[in-house]
Every structure is written in C-alpha cells, then in structure tokens.
C-alpha cells in the first residue's frame, strides 16, 4: 500500500480537518483519506457542474423584450409605491 505525504497545507484547513477527524473518530490520515475517497465518487457531479460563467452565458439573450424602453420605464414607474417611511428618511 502506497503513503502519501502532504507538505505546506494551511494551519487553517489542518485545523478543520483535525476537527473532522475527531468528530467522527478518525485519525487525521483516515479523515484525509476518506475526504479524498468521498470526492473521487462524487467527481463527476463536481466536472457537470457548470462554472458561473457558463450560466451567464446561457442567461445572454433571455431578457429580450418586444416593448420599448419607454414603454418599459412607463411600467416600472406605475408598479412603484410611495412609502412615507423612505420620504421622511430625505
């Protein structure tokens, strides 16, 4: 069976893992590795996972409208409400 040896990971995430560990009644090698095992079966749902770019890019168009931008602003405008509470605040 092979070892791995992990050099340079943050005192932060050591810490979190530390406490995973203990949490589940791990040692920090077992919890390690159960965390490696756990993403492996899961990878796939991690590489369909679209990036926020690409559901920016599918959102590009979704927002035409036939109506102007007059009539647009003319819509908004009528849906709003005065508030007394906001008038007083100026």
Known sequence: MANLQIKG???ALYAQIKYLAAA??????????????AYMANKKQFRTAK??????LELSGS????RGEEEIVAQIKSARKNSRKLMEEF
């Not at 589940?24 to 095992?37: A, D, G, H, M, Y």
């Not at 927002?63 to 036939?66: A, F, L, R």
């Open 9 to 11: 990971i943050e005192d």
């Open 51 to 56: 990036t926020a770019a690409q559901v920016l």
């Open 24 to 37: 589940e009644n791990r040692s920090i090698s077992q919890q390690v590795l159960f965390l490696v095992k």
């Open 63 to 66: 927002w035409e409208d036939s």
